[in-house]
């Protein structure tokens, strides 16, 4: 009986020494920049980045939602990329300012997992957003007889339900192994916000399978939607050497050139930051710069670069424009009427 006690009290003893090991920190502190004098100008361009980005991207989004000649496939992968760069910048830009104007550093344990899931999640849809436009771009100049065949609303609206699904169990999942790691040591994240590698790498125990993560991340967020892109204007530059006529071969390079820059904004920025974080030393501040930028000026610029030049959708906010003077001259014109009677 007593060795049973004893076999027992072991047992106990052995599992409270495990689950002390196991330590889920109540918060972690975001350090940001170090040693950067009159910082709080970068923070106020970002919130300036911020208003423009909503302002811009609401725009676009009110302008396909009004006008009905713009509820075509193409334009609801617009209207996709616009809702996705405001979700994103407004999942990370405001809470960054509140970090760091306000000094409200300490972040709580779940709250971070959940700010980090949020930014990374949007990224990804974002750039897988750019896959899409470019198979759009695909099959108008290598099919073109056949496009309104292919890319149709059903088609448009699964591929992009498949990205949203997909991502969010990638990045789930990512969130799900930070959750069973221990915080034993430093509790301060070398980021300007809740971001997955340096938060991993705070961990005491085992993150191999964190490591695998990262690279899973990578290859899903950059590698392979790069690959996609390459591959689709490969196809799209051999369809356009056999036309006979450089004018139209000029014209149907015009479609593409909107979406080429938008690609190069978004993926050359996170490309290099990657791979310089990867292959060598970085110090901490330049690559918080380039992290910002690379999260948020794509945002800003896509319904610049994409919408607002392109011709439909200016034709598109001058009937508007038109509509509503018209609505404001008839019920101007009615209001004067019924003045005058009375």
Excluded at 37 to 53: A, D, E, Q, R, S
Aim: hydrophobic residues 50%; positive net charge; proline residues 4%.
């Amino acid at each position: 009986m007593f060795g049973i006690c004893n076999y027992f009290s072991v047992v106990v003893h052995f599992a409270t020494i495990l689950n002390s090991t196991f330590v889920r920190p109540a918060a972690f502190y975001i350090n940001g920049f170090s040693n950067i004098p009159h910082v709080k100008y970068y923070y106020v361009f970002l919130c300036f980045v911020y208003i423009m980005t909503v302002l811009g991207n609401g725009f676009v989004l009110s302008v396909i939602y009004l006008v009905k000649t713009l509820h075509t496939p193409k334009y609801m992968i617009v209207f996709s990329l616009a809702l996705t760069d405001l979700c994103g910048s407004t999942a990370l830009i405001p809470k960054v300012l509140d970090t760091f104007l306000f000094d409200r550093r300490y972040i709580v344990y779940e709250a971070c997992l959940s700010y980090m899931f949020f930014v990374w999640f949007f990224g990804g849809v974002q750039s897988w957003t750019l896959v899409t436009m470019s198979y759009d771009r695909f099959i108008a100049i290598c099919f073109p007889l056949r496009y309104h065949s292919i890319v149709t609303k059903p088609a448009i609206a699964a591929m992009l339900l498949v990205t949203w699904v997909v991502l969010l169990g990638i990045f789930a999942l990512a969130a799900g192994l930070l959750d069973r790691l221990s915080f034993c040591g430093s509790l301060v994240i070398q980021s300007f916000f809740c971001d997955h590698g340096p938060i991993f790498r705070l961990a005491c125990n085992d993150t191999s399978l964190n490591n695998i993560m990262v690279y899973v991340v990578v290859t899903m967020v950059i590698c392979i939607p790069l690959i996609l892109i390459a591959l689709t204007y490969v196809c799209i530059a051999i369809s356009l050497s056999r036309i006979a006529s450089g004018v139209e071969r000029l014209k149907a390079l015009k479609t593409c050139t909107s979406h080429l820059i938008l690609v190069a904004v978004f993926f050359l920025p996170l490309l290099g930051t990657n791979i310089a974080v990867l292959t060598s030393y970085i110090h901490p501040n330049a690559r918080i710069i380039n992290s910002t930028l690379t999260h948020t000026i794509p945002a800003l610029l896509n319904p610049i670069i994409y919408s607002l030049k392109t011709e439909e959708v200016l034709i598109s906010i001058r009937k508007l424009y038109k509509n509503n003077r018209f609505k404001h001259f008839i019920f101007g014109k009615k209001l004067g009427s019924l003045s005058r009677l009375y």
